[in-house]
């Protein structure tokens, strides 16, 4: 079982470029989250998509856009990239927003240069 | 605004003694669910253990129990006869009620547990 799926696993961007974090899951869940994981700071929400058709804010939405494309793909987008942004993303979904643990990918890390 | 705190950055313990690491949360909801994951020197988040706020008894899974006492706002995690294998960062984390602002899980900071042999 595949769970949940990120690409790319390493990237390195300059500052200014665009790049997509992209997601899917094969347990047919209904919410999709972006976390990013910086030392110290443990896991920050970013965006979630409680249901498909639907997204909104987390924590720390600054500098970031997602698409939920359909019921299995949730996509992070990183119009411009700054240094601050260097960090580990986590894509995690779970059964529905409110019931059961989140199920998280493998991590996606980010460099800015 | 929900809030988990863990104030261990870091623990070493000798192989075969029992952890606890601990975790304190804030929340204004009657109903909210406690986790615990662990996250290997690998990336991978694993999940490993929950605690809804109803729940009259501790939760277990093999090794791990959660010491949760509702009234000190505290859910340690406890790991009994610990391995090498433990040797990870651990997160405590909390989800809200229905409602209750932003949706997924607020994660603490974590704690690196590191198993001496």
């Known amino acids: 079982n595949a769970g949940v799926t990120q690409t790319p696993k390493f990237q390195v961007l300059k500052t200014g470029q665009s790049m997509t974090l992209q997601c899917a899951q094969d347990?047919?869940?209904?919410?999709m989250y972006w976390y990013r994981q910086d030392p110290g700071m443990g896991l920050r929400l970013i965006y979630y998509s409680a249901s498909e058709g639907t997204t909104d804010k987390g924590e720390v939405p600054n500098g970031y856009n997602v698409s939920r494309l359909n019921k299995r793909e949730f996509s992070l987008r990183l119009e411009s990239a700054a240094p601050s942004q260097t960090s580990v993303y986590f894509c995690?979904?779970?059964?529905?927003?409110?019931?059961?643990?989140?199920?998280f990918g493998e991590g996606s890390r980010l460099t800015v240069l | 605004a929900q809030k988990i705190t863990q104030t261990q950055p870091g623990m070493f313990v000798q192989e075969k003694e029992a952890v606890t690491l601990d975790c304190t949360y804030d929340t204004s909801d009657q109903s909210y669910g406690l986790f615990w994951y662990k996250q290997p020197s690998s990336g991978e988040m694993i999940f490993l253990i929950y605690q809804g706020s109803y729940d009259e008894q501790n939760a277990t899974e093999g090794r791990y129990s959660l010491n949760f006492q509702k009234a000190r706002k505290s859910a340690n995690l406890v790991i009994s006869a610990s391995q090498l294998g433990d040797s990870a960062m651990y997160f405590c984390?909390?989800?809200?009620?229905?409602?209750?602002?932003?949706?997924?899980?607020?994660f603490g900071k974590g704690t690196h547990l590191i198993i001496q042999p």
């Open positions: 984390a909390m989800r809200g009620a229905r409602g209750g602002g932003a949706d997924g899980l607020t």
């Open positions: 995690a979904s779970n059964i529905d927003r409110l019931a059961g643990e989140l199920f």
């Open positions: 347990m047919n869940h209904n919410s």
